[in-house]
C-alpha cells in the first residue's frame, strides 16, 4: 500500500477541482466532489488500519479495529 502516493493522487485530484471550478456542469462538478469525499474517507480508512497493524493492534473479522465501524457502499 502506498499511501504517499495516494496522497498525492488525490490532492492532485482535489487541484484539479480547484482549477475548473466554475468551468465544469453541474453534473461534473458533483461527481468529482462525491469522488474526492470518498476517497478521502477510504484513505483515513486504510491509514488507520495501517497504523493499527503497525502498532500490532489486530483487526476483527471484517477488518477493522476493535470499535471501528467501515461502511462499504
Known amino acids: 500500500v ?3 502516493g495516494a496522497k498525492f493522487a488525490i490532492d492532485l485530484l482535489g487541484v484539479l477541482q ?3 471550478t466554475g468551468n465544469l456542469e453541474e453534473q461534473e462538478a458533483a461527481e468529482l466532489e462525491q469522488i474526492l469525499v470518498e476517497l478521502r474517507s477510504r484513505f483515513v480508512q486504510i491509514a488507520d488500519l495501517m497504523a493499527q497493524q503497525k502498532a500490532g493492534i489486530a483487526p476483527t473479522e471484517d477488518g477493522a479495529a476493535p470499535g471501528n ?5
Open 18 to 20: 480547484d482549477k475548473t
Open 2 to 4: 502506498d499511501l504517499v
Open 69 to 73: 465501524v467501515i461502511q462499504t457502499p
